[in-house]
């Protein structure tokens, strides 16, 4: 049983750390505006799995005071990676696991080479959680995670996660390969996420129009031949399951959508220009997931001109 | 000098059929909602070139009650072609020329084929006009028109088109290809209507915004290479030349941007859709241009869907 520091109280951060901690694990939360409301009413999880509160949680505002643990869950916004070593640096010992709980590419290469000495294990959250008010996460459908290692000696350790985590009623996959299963991830996060923000719309509304479907499907075959530009061939049919997966899902709007919806910064380095990036050194252009993140970068300089706008 | 026939009596219809009459052509429109305004208060223009009234205008509300005219404008929006046959049927006669004042690709060959007694000839305004109110124009800037034969006969015709619409203080350049000059408009129109109702944005703030500015450039690209494919080859540097001929421009919002704003179908079918489809059939595929089309069909699917809801 591992100790965890837990990186972000978001959605992601405060189901998983809330479920670890609710199983018994020794978990410590890292917040910061939401950290007095935790201290004041505990942390608060409505969850379709049965909903809790963890009344009285180590929560700390700066990770230089946390105490050391075995896992390091960094749960944030890829947003905010460039202040990742900063933080991670008082946490980070020879050994300590590093579970990057974040959506794109490429995020486990920098923090491997920024910390040698930690183990970089990968995480795909499949989740719709949200936090709505500080200290309260809805956790709404799925919540399953994929794991995968950055390197062997990530891989020595991923029984023992999937062991805390699935004894906290969180399912775990384990993948062999972290290449492959975060390009897997982006067939359908560079779709959904993008479109969902450039067109205002749900999943639903996107797949049931015929001319945001064709892009959609296009966008996919496009990731699909990046993946198989950097070595990570997808079956024959993914396109079409992946579609069909999501034909069956409720309707969703994903994460890039509410955060643009409500204001903050979207993932465009790790979700978008990583893989478009990795795929270009290898010969390989997507012109229509490039064309989407350009307009995505359009769309985050404009709110940000309109926020800063004087009133 | 030619008697006219005026379809439409929009911006564009209502200013250069208005120049028309003012240097003393025999100018007749056909106009629907604005025609009783017209005999009322006679048709207003006002314009960078000097505003004028024309208070007695022969207006109809039926094709069938015009007179005969040597010259039938077409100055509708290409979304109502499906009706333009029935509307021509009773103007056109055998030698009857008909100038095509329409954005898009592949009019001319329609109407050709249509009405083969006709002489077709297309013509590319280059106008920077609206019609604000009923039976007012406003010319803000530019004006000129670029005019190309469909065939032959329609050479015969160009000189003496070029000397009525001059004498009526409209500058005319006469271009020896119609593909060439319809495809060399679509290098501004394709990039500039679509992105600007796309991103809600006017011309400025898209060559302003350096990921905006990228796409415009790939759409042009794209556009370069289809007209290429059906060989016409723009000059190495027309890419180059036509973003700076925009970046000179005032802030401009396209019509395609005006006609969503105001609720008017979108000209997606000959601005995106035919030159997409004539690429195409010469195995030169536009992916940066499908997109778009994608993206404004299903806004205008939206529009459409939104403005029937029930209140």
Known sequence: MFSYNII??????????????????????????????????????????????????????????????DVVVVSTKSTG?????????????????????????GMEEELAVRFPEAIVVGGMCFICAQKRKPARISHLDYGEITFAA????????????????????????????????????LLWNI??????????????????DPSSRAIIRRLMEEVAQGAASCGFRFDEGAVDKMLAY?????????????????????????MY??????????GCELPAVSMLADLLEFRQRRANADRNAPA
């Open 8 to 69: 972000g109280t978001g959605a992601v951060g405060g189901y998983y750390g809330g479920r670890l901690s609710q199983s018994g694990r020794d978990v410590r939360f890292l917040a910061r505006s939401d950290a007095d409301e935790i201290r004041k009413h505990g942390l608060i999880v409505d969850s379709v799995k049965g909903d809790f509160i963890l009344p009285e949680v180590p929560v700390f505002t700066s990770a230089a005071g946390m105490p050391a643990a």
């Open 191 to 208: 779709p959904y996420n993008g479109m969902s923000v450039i067109l205002g719309a749900d999943t639903k509304t996107m797949m049931d």
């Open 273 to 282: 220009r990583n893989p478009i990036a990795e795929a270009k050194k290898r």
């Open 150 to 185: 950055f390197d062997p000696r990530g891989e020595a350790v991923l029984e023992a996660l999937k062991k805390d985590f699935e004894e906290s009623l969180v399912p775990i996959t384990l993948a062999a390969s972290l290449g492959a299963a975060r390009w897997r991830k």
């Open 246 to 270: 999501t034909d069956g899902m409720k309707p969703y709007e994903p994460s890039m959508k509410l955060d643009f919806d409500y204001g903050r910064p979207m993932e465009i380095e790790y």
């Open 81 to 105: 990676n460039a202040r990742l070593p900063e933080i991670l640096e008082p946490l980070v010992s020879p050994g300590t696991i590093v579970l990057m709980l974040q959506n794109g590419l």
